[in-house]
């Protein structure tokens, strides 16, 4: 699949001698590498050439920065009274190198290069001190906010550290969540069992025509049969789902071909999210990906600014959804991302009612599922 090779380093002074950015500067010692006192991306200069799009143009520039401020916080579903899980989120890499049509990224990023925050250890101490201090909670914390939380790793050498650091806390869990195939550099790290390795999958028909540069469906399942095997705990994320002509019959084979790939007990959750997009993507949409036909559907504004297939349609998926799944995988927690307490009474067996509710279900059925089948430190 493909794999990210930038055309320059940008390295602000503050972070030229972190750890992280030294392993990337020898890893990329034939790339041009530019130090400066602090990056002003918006300064560069034009691309002369008329058909380079600005976003797919910043992606080869890689910037190396320091990360001021809480780079550990709350999921932004939290907000609109969406029933949350109480996911937490790492900031460590902004923009990814894959281009699927529907990124948010597109509409939400103000700028368009790859952004690496690369004082780890400082934010690492920001994570632990965090969780520490609330010694009865699990945590569930990742990183896949603002980046594919894998698609750069073969470049960045990042999770490794977060890996092993995550090994150690007693109680939160790290899961990295992808569209990649890139596993085989993790499967000898001393995780114990603290680490989840979750994909985002689609039919192969959206993968093909929506989800550019990311592994094909089948890589994916391979990549997550090798980490099941190496010991990791797994995750899915049928998010975004899509409606097309044929998405009942695409998506009962993709669970046809999770029920032949992975085993229902090493699953640590299952989530599924509609597609939804800020009303200003559809331009930038249309304008990169012109033969995209992700917005052929019936879309409504709903209270968080985003837009959204009408309720009907979503509870309609969620349901097929849930029944396709709960026959293959009962145990396993499976719950709605970003989606009001309406939505779960007519679509989904649980109704969780408000955030505490869902994380609490979540994380009850995780610690039972892995307690029985050898602790969460296995």
């Known amino acids: 699949m493909y794999q990210y090779l930038p055309e320059r380093i940008i390295i602000d002074q503050a972070v030229e001698h972190e750890p992280l950015t030294q392993e990337i500067l020898q890893r990329f010692s034939k790339v041009p590498q530019v130090f400066v006192e602090n990056y002003a991306w918006h300064k560069d200069e034009p691309s002369q050439d008329p058909e380079a799009n600005h976003l797919t143009r910043g992606k080869k520039t ?12 709350l999921c932004p579903g939290v907000t609109n009274g969406a029933v949350c899980c109480n996911y937490f989120t790492i900031d460590f890499v902004e923009n990814c190198p894959f281009e699927c049509t529907y990124c948010i990224l597109q509409a939400f990023l103000n700028k368009p ?22 010694p009865q909670r699990l945590f569930r914390v990742g990183t896949g906010e603002h980046s594919d939380s894998l698609a750069l790793d073969p470049a960045l050498g990042l999770n490794r550290h977060l890996i092993r650091f ?23 790290l001393p995780h114990g069992g603290k680490t989840v390795i979750a994909w985002s999958i689609n039919p192969e028909y959206l993968v093909t025509h929506e989800e550019f540069k990311t592994a094909r469906l089948h890589e994916r399942l391979l990549a997550a049969q090798k980490a099941s095997e190496a010991g990791y705990k ?16 695409g998506y009962a084979e993709v669970v046809r071909l999770l029920t032949q790939t992975i085993e229902p007990q090493r699953i640590a959750w299952i989530s599924l999210g509609s597609l939804r997009y800020l009303p200003k993507l559809k331009q930038v949409v249309e304008e990169r990906f012109p033969n995209s036909r992700i917005f052929l559907g019936e879309f ?14 979503r509870q309609e998926m969620f ?16 719950y709605l991302c970003m989606e009001k307490a309406s939505v779960w009474e007519n679509s989904m067996t649980a109704h969780p009612h408000h955030s ?12 039972q599922n892995f307690s029985e089948a050898g602790g969460a430190n296995e």
């Open 166 to 188: 995550f090994a150690k806390l007693p109680n939160a869990v790290l899961e990295l969540k992808t569209k990649s195939d890139h596993v085989d550099h993790l499967l000898d």
């Open 62 to 73: 890689l910037h190396l920065k320091y990360f001021k401020g809480d780079a550990f916080k």
């Open 356 to 367: 505490e509710e869902l994380e609490q279900m979540i994380s009850s059925q995780f610690q």
């Open 234 to 249: 797994i995750a899915f994320h049928f998010d975004p789902l899509i409606q097309y002509p044929d998405w009942k019959s």
């Open 113 to 134: 290069v790859i952004t690496v925050h690369a004082n780890v250890g400082d934010i690492l101490e920001q994570v632990q001190n965090h969780v520490l201090q609330h």
């Open 319 to 334: 349901h097929f959804m849930e029944d396709q799944l709960r026959q293959w995988a009962p145990q396993v927690p499976l």
């Open 300 to 313: 409504v504004p709903v209270g968080d600014g985003k837009m959204r297939y009408l309720k009907h349609i």
